[in-house]
């Protein structure tokens, strides 16, 4: 009884071990696939070992065949969960794909049409540009580094917007999302940064034009 509680307690050790090994990147599965390794391992080490010991052929068959049924059983299990989960993965960063985009769309399109509709009900009485128009109404939320920070903008923190041009003829603003990643990992971003989604909103007399640049 006492061996068996050594054994045990040794296998529990070099699995959490083994579970700390990987570098800690945000991901648990590094950790999960090394001590599972590392339990096989142990395993299958035990099983060569122990077995030469019994002198019962049958119990040595039982012993053995129940050692590899938990052994398949287990890996099988932890593919299954791995592709399971990698899955569900897969599905929540479609969903967030989805969500980012379509609030990208709301906060540049929102102020654009805004302004859209003021400058027409205006422009009788006010010789104002769309541009000046724009940065009229919206000054406020333009910061000096081109960030338009937009109402509501601030509970997203994987999107950002800039105030890339402001004239005359128009107003030109740029989103990024530091978490979905573009169709170009080589894409040169508005901010600097390389493959990351950006979208591009263009406001002019003539109306809004909204389009994905990467």
């Not at 096989?40 to 099983?47: A, K, P, Q, R, S």
């Not at 599905?91 to 709301?106: M, N, Q, W």
């Not at 003021?118 to 540009?129: F, I, W």
């Not at 333009?142 to 890339?164: K, Q, R, V």
Request: no cysteine; hydrophobic share 45%; proline share 2%.
């Amino acid at each position: 009884m006492k061996k068996i509680i050594l054994w045990v307690g040794i296998g529990i050790i070099v699995t959490l071990v083994a579970f700390f090994i990987p570098e800690q990147s945000g991901s648990i599965w590094p950790s999960v696939i090394a001590s599972s390794i590392a339990a096989l391992i142990y395993l299958l080490v035990l099983m060569i070992m122990m077995l030469p010991k019994i002198t019962s052929s049958s119990k040595r068959k039982v012993i053995g065949w129940t050692l590899s049924l938990v052994i398949f059983g287990s890996a099988v299990s932890a593919i299954i969960s791995y592709v399971g989960t990698q899955r569900q993965a897969d599905t929540l960063s479609e969903i967030r794909y989805t969500i980012d985009s379509k609030v990208a769309e709301l906060f540049v399109k929102k102020p654009m049409l805004k302004t859209l509709q003021a400058y027409h009900a205006e422009k009788r009485a006010d010789n104002s540009s769309i541009g000046s128009l724009f940065v009229q109404k919206y000054d406020s939320l333009i910061t000096e580094d081109s960030l338009f920070a937009h109402e509501g903008i601030s509970d997203n923190e994987m999107l950002t917007i800039y105030l890339a041009k402001a004239n005359a003829d128009g107003i030109v603003l740029i989103t990024e999302s530091s978490y979905i990643d573009g169709k170009n990992a080589n894409y040169q971003n508005f901010s600097g940064a390389k493959g990351q989604y950006q979208t591009k909103g263009v406001l002019t007399t003539k109306g809004v034009h909204y389009e994905r640049t990467n």
